[in-house]
């Protein structure tokens, strides 16, 4: 087992502080819809530079994609996306009620995403006592090379990433958006710290 | 007073810090479950006083389990203790049975203030 990997403890420690951390992003966005979220087991892998871009381009049925990244102490740090699917993106705009001429459907969903990371990722650090910064979010075109070589531009090793995948499921409206969650191999050894020490206080 | 209770939690941690803060006057045997399925098969063969139970689980979670709670008329004081805040959320585990729902991670005083509302402690 490499020393990158998580154990069972440590997995299972990560994926405590996600469910509490998706739980409070997805009241947000249950309340900035006026509608109700449905919640699953978030998945938690750790994936090399090749099974990442595959399993990015799976995930890339000509979609948008949202990508910003996050930056705490203790060199925890990586970058999310947010992908929706496009028949969602018109819907969405829909579901936001801004008037067209307010905002453009593009801008809406950089909002909508931003609102969902950053929700969702202080109160991640809140638990684990560490306070987050964040890049501006991008939107990112729907081609698959795109969001690979964006990836590539974010100056990351990617040799080895944990990858963490939680979906949002609007359920009135069949509205989905996933949340993916990279941390590149330079920070998988902080997380692992960050982790021991919330399990040693067990 | 002595109260027999089940802690339903997919994750370990969870169990262990509900565990932790569960006050020790409270209970004189406490056994756990790791989803609804477990949990289910523990309330039709033993006599359980409080369950505290998770939501977002796998194989059942914990809306299922209320569910099957309430069509088995399982005599249980449920305590949903949940990540997912969301307000239609936590009106649908009351109307299913559910006694209380906390937000997790539930904090010592807020379970005492509860299970002394409802008469355990």
Same mark, same amino acid.
């Given at each position: ?14 994926? #405590? ?8 992003? *997805? /009241?947000? +966005? @249950?309340?900035? &819809? ?44 990586? #970058? ?8 969602? *993106? /018109?819907? +969405? @705009?829909?579901? &936001? ?106 | ?121």
């Amino acid at each position: 087992m490499s020393a990158l990997n998580l154990n069972e403890d440590q997995q299972d420690c990560l994926q #405590e502080l996600i469910n509490v951390a998706m739980g409070q992003a *997805s /009241d947000q +966005l @249950a309340r900035y &819809l006026d509608t109700f979220v449905h919640l699953k087991v978030p998945s938690i892998e750790q994936v090399d530079a090749k099974s990442l871009s595959n399993s990015l381009n799976d995930e890339q049925m000509a979609v948008a994609v949202v990508s910003q990244g996050f930056f705490g102490y203790e060199g925890i740090r990586g #970058e999310a996306l947010l992908i929706y699917q496009p028949r969602d *993106s /018109d819907r +969405l @705009a829909d579901l &936001l009620g801004y008037e067209p001429e307010e905002l453009s459907v593009e801008e809406q969903i950089i909002d909508l995403s931003s609102i969902l990371t950053t929700t969702f990722l202080n109160v991640f650090a809140g638990q684990i006592d560490n306070q987050m910064s964040y890049s501006a979010p991008r939107l990112l075109s729907s081609t698959k090379s795109l969001v690979s070589e964006h990836l590539h531009q974010l100056s990351f090793n990617w040799d080895l990433a944990l990858k963490i995948k939680i979906t949002y499921q609007v359920t009135d409206y069949s509205f989905n958006c996933d949340m993916i969650l990279l941390i590149p191999e330079s920070a998988i050894i902080n997380i692992k710290t960050v982790l021991n020490r919330i399990l040693d206080e067990f | 007073m002595g109260s027999s209770v089940l802690v339903c939690d997919d994750s370990n941690l969870a169990r262990k810090q509900l565990l932790r803060s569960l006050p020790e006057q409270l209970s004189t045997k406490t056994q756990i479950a790791t989803n609804g399925e477990e949990a289910l098969e523990i309330l039709r063969s033993q006599n359980i006083d409080i369950l505290f139970l998770d939501l977002t689980m796998p194989v059942l979670d914990g809306v299922g389990v209320l569910q099957a709670i309430k069509d088995e008329n399982i005599n249980i004081a449920v305590f949903v203790i949940s990540a997912d805040i969301q307000p239609e959320m936590q009106s649908k585990v009351l109307a299913l049975g559910a006694k209380e729902f906390l937000r997790k991670p539930v904090k010592t005083e807020v379970l005492n203030e509860h299970l002394t509302k409802h008469g355990f402690l």
